[in-house]
């Protein structure tokens, strides 16, 4: 398989402008879950950048569980994205959720987001191979290492190899916390392929409170990257407040990792 080990022995490092993925610094991508305004993004934004952060994120197209949920800013958040990341000097990710919106999404952003809820959607994967943009591919919420490998095979297979692995927790009978973040993962994926994995403990845990030990717990694990839910005023977010971090803790966060000699 165009994944494995046994295929490409050396790992993949996928590039962004100056930001690698795979190589010897550990990325952290930062942002609100989704764009709700272009001050509420470039606050994010700006703090992001001066906390060290190498790339900016937000949803403009959120798939929310209820349809009553903010849905995103769709057309107008992938405007106001492009130019905060331009802004803030920061190359920008966003998810697609339609292979009708993967052209117009690829126009506005530096890499597409797969949500855990289209890990499966062979359609979308097709579309994004073809895109040649490099790809953020979570973990299904209920998916196997090896479905979550034959995800990226698809779009492997398609003709793009810019895949960074994204694990994001998975259902379990624990619902103490959000989902389980699964680090187990990280040194499998390592062993099984050549592809950088990042961890996002924000939907892996789903409370603010548990981020920052879990962050520091992806890197002990091996991971090449971080993707942490920040926002200035966690309490009015429009979706997953809960799970982020203040811009002041996110900056700690990135100065305790600092501290640990971690090269971000
Ligand atoms: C997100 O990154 O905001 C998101 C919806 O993530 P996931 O697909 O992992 O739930
Ligand atoms: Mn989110």
């Given at each position: ?15 962004i ?69 331009r ?29 855990t ?12 191979a ?68 990042i ?27 971080l ?7 966690p ?30």
């Open positions: 398989k165009l994944v494995s080990r046994e295929f490409q022995s050396k790992n993949t490092v996928v590039s402008g100056d930001v690698r993925f795979g190589g010897d610094g550990i990325p952290v991508i930062a942002g609100p879950c989704a764009v709700e305004s272009y001050e509420q993004l470039y606050q994010a934004g700006v703090s992001a950048k001066a906390a060290g952060a190498a790339m900016l994120r937000g949803g403009a197209y959120k798939p929310r569980t209820s349809p009553y949920s903010f849905q995103g800013l769709e057309k107008y958040g992938l405007e106001i994205i492009k130019t905060v990341g802004e803030v000097g920061l190359p920008v990710v966003s998810e697609v959720t339609d292979p009708r919106k993967v052209e117009l999404i690829a126009e506005h952003v530096d890499m597409l987001q797969i949500g809820r289209n890990m499966q959607n062979f359609v979308l994967l097709k579309e994004v073809l895109s040649k943009k490099p790809v953020l591919l979570k973990r299904g919420l209920a998916a196997t290492i090896e479905e979550w490998l034959m995800a990226a095979e698809h779009i492997m297979s398609g003709g793009n190899s810019q895949i960074v692995l994204c694990e994001r927790g998975i259902r379990t009978f624990e619902t103490y916390t959000r989902n389980t973040l699964d680090l187990n993962a990280i040194p499998v994926i390592k062993h099984l392929s050549h592809l950088p994995v961890v996002d403990p924000s939907h892996g845990t789903g409370s603010w409170r548990w981020v920052s030990p879990m962050a520091k717990a992806a890197i002990g694990a091996g991971a090449d990257g993707l942490i839910e920040i926002h200035p005023c309490e009015e977010a429009l979706s997953d407040g809960p799970q982020s971090l203040t811009l002041a803790n996110f900056a700690q966060l990135m100065a305790e990792l600092d501290a640990l000699a971690i090269v971000l």
